[in-house]
């Protein structure tokens, strides 16, 4: 069975700085590898996704992928309050839906 | 576009009792997915249709829990009977095609909040 590690954190950055979030995952398998926000008493909504190995830039979002060592990152520059939720990591690309981590939880302190 | 639409957004009842949410798509979306967010976990995916079969139910508890796309269109999760474990939102979500999970466009409902007492 797939597996996704993510620290649950919370993980405490000051605003404008650079948030770091990290994943773990077990199917080497794996295609596709996504990043979803969710906001407390939201539902998920994605944010980035990510096949290749290397960095992928969207806006203030990077994502980074490294099969060889089966890790994948978000990182967040200028980070703001609003970017104050929980980041979920998720495999895909298997018949099998989406498979996700635990979630980290983001606060940005003003 | 409507989004996915999921009713009731709350449910309370006592265990043993039953149970049933319903969900419709984004019109057009052949794939529907129903997963299983306990408070501080992931979502859990339970079950996931193709238009109206199933493709993968293997994390769904069959001994309590079922669900139906009859039309192809909208879907019907029940649980009967709940226990103090199903306490959770339940979350419908839908993607164009199978190829959602290549691309990760799936699109959430708001969820149904079960609490079992």
């Known amino acids: 069975q797939k597996e996704v590690e993510q620290n649950s954190g919370p993980l405490s950055v000051p605003e404008g700085a650079i948030a770091s979030l990290n994943c773990t995952y077990s199917?080497?398998?794996?295609?596709?590898f996504f990043w979803y926000r969710q906001y407390s008493g939201k539902s998920p909504e994605l944010i980035m996704f990510?096949?290749?190995?290397g960095d992928k830039e969207d806006g203030r979002f990077t994502a980074q992928l490294n099969k060889a060592s089966q890790y994948v990152s978000l990182l967040i520059r200028d980070s703001q309050p609003s970017d104050s939720a929980t980041y979920l990591c998720?495999?895909?690309?298997?018949?099998?839906?989406?498979?996700f981590g635990k979630g980290t939880h983001l606060i940005i302190q003003p | 576009e409507a989004g996915v639409a999921q009713s009731p957004r709350y449910k309370i009842i006592e265990k043993r009792q039953s149970v049933a949410f319903w969900c419709n798509p984004i019109?057009?979306?052949?794939?529907l997915y129903w997963y299983q967010q306990i408070l501080g976990q992931g979502p859990k995916l339970l079950i996931q249709?193709?238009?109206?079969?199933?493709?993968?139910d293997s994390q769904l508890p069959k001994d309590r829990f079922s669900a139906e796309r009859l039309k192809g269109v909208d879907s019907t999760l029940k649980i009967q009977p709940a226990k103090l474990e199903d306490s959770a939102v339940y979350l419908c979500?839908?993607?164009?095609?199978?190829?959602?999970?290549?691309?990760?466009?799936?699109?959430f409902g708001e969820g149904s909040r079960l609490t079992v007492l």
């Open positions: 990510i096949y290749s190995n």
């Open positions: 979500a839908s993607s164009l095609d199978l190829a959602g999970t290549l691309t990760g466009e799936l699109f």
């Open positions: 199917d080497r398998g794996s295609q596709s």
């Open positions: 249709f193709q238009n109206n079969g199933v493709v993968d």
């Open positions: 998720a495999l895909g690309g298997g018949a099998d839906g989406l498979t």
């Open positions: 019109s057009g979306h052949a794939t």
